[in-house]
């Protein structure tokens, strides 16, 4: 293949990567890039409820309608991040709770309003909610957080079926972090499936986020996870991969970078049920790992000029 979007037509799996709506805008390199590489985006930050609701009742659309409006042009389908978290919420709604000003039974209705609006907006132009993120902690027990201290774990169920009103058509997903290795996690996220499943609550995917580090041994068993979730008629993602590696740079990391890469691909093609390969940012120009993790970065598929790294060699050469 010659780039990634040929990749994606020989493979029939979709491609992605996050988006940085900043660099979307002021560079051209980097939308020339996106467009050229990538069938499939993700909102890095953009869909995210305190970049959409910085203010209770003011809504901020322009950047996520940017995105939308970018992949259209450019035939990208795109999926949605995210409906809720722990993470990124808007001040207003975390103070507001914690001063006591907004009880649960308000917390309820703010939630719901707000997945309603999101979705809605976008009806029919997302193929793929993230609805709820990261909800299981690494021990294996129900994310400590606001939703589950005042609504309690009925959240999952409902966040799953407000979405699903307000766009029938949408793919609703559960996406998670460490989940492609970590026991306890990954046995409370199968069991929350099932619990939905038997319940008829519209979910119809399982997000593997897929943020790896090539100090850390692969996750051997990634495809085995992947497919233990298709066996509950899930299809699979991989939603937000990039591998990291401690600076400085050198061959010897950036081979062992692109074999991760190589088989996080190859896993998803043994699992049928596994329909997109999305990673988090494609330039160590524009990506989150030096500012979260100290010392580590270059987790991407080029490096700060654009120039391919063995990694997306690597991909490439998958057939
Ligand atoms: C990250 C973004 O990349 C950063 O720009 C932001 O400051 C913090 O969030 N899991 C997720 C993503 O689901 O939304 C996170 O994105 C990375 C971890």
Same mark, same amino acid.
């Given at each position: 293949?010659?780039?990634?979007?040929?990749?994606?037509?020989?493979?029939?799996?979709?491609?992605?990567?996050?988006?940085?709506?900043?660099?979307?805008?002021?560079?051209?390199?980097?939308?020339?890039?996106?467009?050229?590489?990538?069938?499939?985006?993700?909102?890095?930050?953009?869909?995210?409820?305190?970049?959409?609701?910085?203010?209770?009742?003011?809504?901020?659309?322009?950047?996520?309608?940017?995105?939308?409006?970018?992949?259209?042009?450019?035939?990208?389908?795109?999926?949605?991040?995210?409906?809720?978290?722990?993470?990124?919420?808007?001040?207003?709604?975390?103070?507001?709770?914690?001063?006591?000003?907004?009880?649960?039974?308000?917390?309820?209705?703010?939630?719901?309003?707000?997945?309603?609006?999101?979705?809605?907006?976008?009806?029919?132009?997302?193929?793929?909610? =993230?609805?709820?993120?990261?909800?299981?902690?690494?021990?294996? &027990?129900? @994310?400590?957080?606001?939703? +589950? !201290?005042?609504? #309690?774990?009925?959240?999952?169920?409902?966040?799953?079926?407000?979405?699903?009103?307000?766009?029938?058509?949408?793919?609703?997903?559960?996406?998670?972090?460490?989940?492609?290795?970590?026991?306890?996690?990954?046995?409370?996220?199968?069991?929350?499936?099932?619990?939905?499943?038997?319940?008829?609550?519209?979910?119809?995917?399982?997000?593997?986020?897929?943020?790896?580090?090539?100090?850390?041994?692969?996750?051997?068993?990634?495809?085995?996870?992947?497919?233990?979730?298709?066996?509950?008629?899930?299809?699979?993602?991989?939603?937000?991969?990039?591998?990291?590696?401690?600076?400085?740079?050198?061959?010897?990391?950036?081979?062992?970078?692109? =074999?991760?890469?190589?088989?996080?691909?190859?896993?998803?093609? &043994?699992? @049928?049920?596994?329909?997109? +390969? !999305?990673?988090? #940012?494609?330039?160590?120009?524009?990506?989150?790992?030096?500012?979260?993790?100290?010392?580590?970065?270059?987790?991407?598929?080029?490096?700060?000029?654009?120039?391919?790294?063995?990694?997306?060699?690597?991909?490439?050469?998958?057939?």
């Amino acid at each position: 293949a010659k780039d990634l979007r040929q990749l994606s037509q020989q493979l029939h799996i979709k491609i992605g990567s996050a988006v940085d709506i900043a660099s979307l805008r002021d560079e051209p390199m980097y939308r020339k890039t996106l467009n050229r590489e990538f069938n499939h985006v993700t909102a890095e930050n953009a869909m995210k409820w305190e970049s959409v609701e910085p203010e209770r009742g003011v809504y901020t659309w322009d950047d996520a309608d940017a995105l939308v409006e970018n992949a259209r042009r450019n035939h990208q389908q795109i999926r949605g991040h995210t409906l809720l978290w722990h993470n990124q919420l808007p001040a207003w709604l975390t103070s507001g709770v914690e001063d006591g000003s907004i009880d649960a039974t308000e917390l309820r209705e703010i939630l719901r309003d707000h997945i309603t609006t999101q979705v809605r907006r976008y009806k029919g132009k997302i193929r793929a909610w =993230d609805v709820v993120n990261e909800v299981v902690e690494e021990d294996g &027990s129900m @994310r400590q957080s606001i939703w +589950l !201290t005042h609504l #309690g774990p009925g959240y999952i169920a409902d966040a799953f079926r407000w979405a699903h009103k307000a766009d029938p058509h949408a793919k609703l997903f559960i996406n998670d972090y460490n989940l492609e290795w970590n026991a306890p996690k990954i046995e409370t996220t199968l069991n929350i499936v099932k619990d939905l499943k038997a319940e008829r609550v519209p979910i119809h995917g399982i997000g593997f986020q897929g943020h790896l580090g090539i100090q850390y041994d692969y996750p051997g068993d990634w495809a085995n996870v992947m497919q233990r979730f298709a066996d509950l008629g899930l299809e699979v993602a991989v939603t937000e991969l990039d591998v990291r590696m401690v600076l400085p740079v050198t061959p010897e990391k950036l081979a062992t970078q692109a =074999d991760y890469y190589r088989r996080a691909l190859t896993d998803c093609l &043994s699992v @049928r049920a596994c329909r997109e +390969l !999305t990673v988090w #940012g494609f330039t160590d120009l524009h990506s989150w790992v030096p500012g979260w993790f100290d010392g580590e970065g270059a987790a991407t598929l080029m490096d700060e000029n654009y120039a391919p790294k063995p990694a997306y060699k690597a991909l490439l050469s998958v057939k």
